[in-house]
């Protein structure tokens, strides 16, 4: 993970990034403003003022409510004072349209939420909520990434309207950046298992490692154990980082994507496991398209699932993203090394690009979220796109 300018530059020259991850889709020309419950790709839906600091805006999250409106959220960098925070802009129209509903703001450490959002809403009653809950995760650290770090839980009980803080997830001393040998701590990912809600991140702690990827566990959302390893790498400069997840359904595996950063050049890689706590166990596999460029996607990944929309026997696809690409990488439910087809979705890559599926008035579709690229700052927004499930 890169926090700001300095250590942009400090990345680029430690960890080789390739110049394509920061150019494609770095400066970009608004599309006109799409139709209530179209297709559409590349759809601006925030500027970032122009007193923003640093990035401006990065890593887009995005969640969708049962009346099917939706939400986003991403890494801000308003001038500050007031402190920041996670915001929450919602749509009512499929997408097209989008304005400022509510904001994750700490109300414990007095230092912002500052980095990488994540919403996740609970699919059961869990830790004293009820199924429907929505639960936000992030990163709080001041604004001089120095004084320590928390990964924050966050819960909302009237559909994103208010949030009110819940556990501390993790902690770190700090500083929040990528020099090895700094406690930082990044990019959480949430995920329900068992009856046990996993958070995943990325983290610099191990004094053996660079940064490693771990999750945590809990049952109550308010106490959390020990971490396990979900991919550490011998050589200390490795950084594995930004862990996302998916459940195969239709074979009852997970499969993570990672970039492989330090040897591996950010390259995406991937994990698959009977048991998403397990990841350690399996063994990483780069992510190569099958066409004949062989495509490899660097940086920033995302991975979903969903059933195969031109299929009826409850088979799959995997769906991943690439900073580096902006088509998508599509496999089939055995997620084979040799089986990812590159699809062209004509939406900007971001780092980072999440994907979801949601419902456009009943009918499936899957949704981009755009934050911009580690490329101009300047260039960066927060962008959406909604398109028929490629597979
Ligand atoms: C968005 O709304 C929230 C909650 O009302 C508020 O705290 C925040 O300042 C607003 N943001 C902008 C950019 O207007
Ligand atoms: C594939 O490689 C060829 C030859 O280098 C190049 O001309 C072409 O643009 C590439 N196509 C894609 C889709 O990257
Ligand atoms: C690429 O993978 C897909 C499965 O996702 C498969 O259908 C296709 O035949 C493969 N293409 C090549 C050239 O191997």
Not at 23 to 41: G, K, L, Q, R
Not at 143 to 150: A, E, I, K, Q
Not at 189 to 200: E, I, P, S
Not at 325 to 341: H, L, R, T, Y
Request: proline share 6%; aromatic share 12%.
């Amino acid at each position: 993970m890169l926090s700001n300018t300095m250590h942009y530059t400090q990345l680029i020259s430690g960890l080789f990034l390739l110049p394509s991850i920061l150019s494609t889709s770095a400066c970009v020309t608004p599309n006109p403003t799409p139709s209530a419950f179209t297709d559409f790709n590349d759809n601006i839906l925030f500027f970032p003022a122009a007193t923003a600091v640093q990035w401006k805006t990065l890593y887009a999250r995005s969640l969708q409510l049962p009346d099917e409106s939706l939400l986003m959220t991403w890494e801000n960098y308003p001038a500050e004072p007031p402190l920041v925070t996670h915001p929450i802009y919602k749509s009512v129209d499929g997408g097209a349209t989008w304005s400022n509903f509510s904001a994750i703001t700490d109300k414990v450490n007095g230092w912002g939420m500052r980095f990488q959002p994540f919403l996740y809403t609970l699919p059961q009653a869990f830790g004293g909520y009820a199924a429907g809950t929505i639960l936000a995760a992030g990163v709080s650290t001041p604004f001089s990434l120095t004084g320590g770090v928390y990964i924050d839980l966050y819960v909302s009980q009237d559909n994103a309207q208010t949030w009110n803080f819940v556990s501390h997830i993790a902690f770190g001393n700090g500083p929040e950046d990528i020099t090895s040998g700094h406690a930082a701590i990044w990019e959480p990912f949430l995920m329900m298992y068992n009856g046990q809600l996993v958070c995943y991140f990325s983290d610099q702690r191990d004094s053996a490692h660079s940064q490693k990827l771990v999750h945590v566990t809990t049952n109550d959302l308010h106490t959390w154990s020990a971490l396990v390893n979900d991919v550490a790498y011998s050589a200390y400069n490795d950084r594995p980082g930004m862990t996302t997840v998916a459940h195969i359904e239709s074979t009852n595996q997970y499969i993570m994507t990672y970039e492989y950063c330090g040897s591996g050049k950010c390259a995406v890689y991937y994990k698959t496991a009977a048991n998403p706590l397990n990841f350690n166990s399996a063994t990483g596999i780069a992510l190569v398209g099958n066409n004949t460029n062989h495509s490899v996607p660097y940086g920033s990944p995302y991975v979903i699932w969903t059933a195969n929309p031109g299929k009826s026997d409850g088979s799959g696809v995997i769906i991943a993203s690439g900073g580096s690409q902006e088509p998508v990488f599509i496999n089939s439910d055995n997620a084979d090394p040799q089986g990812w087809k590159v699809v062209d979705v004509g939406q900007w890559s971001a780092y980072s690009r999440s994907l979801r599926i949601i419902t456009v008035k009943g009918k499936k579709k899957l949704m981009f979220g755009n934050g911009g690229n580690m490329g101009d700052p300047s260039c960066n927004s927060v962008a959406n796109g909604v398109i028929e499930v490629p597979y």
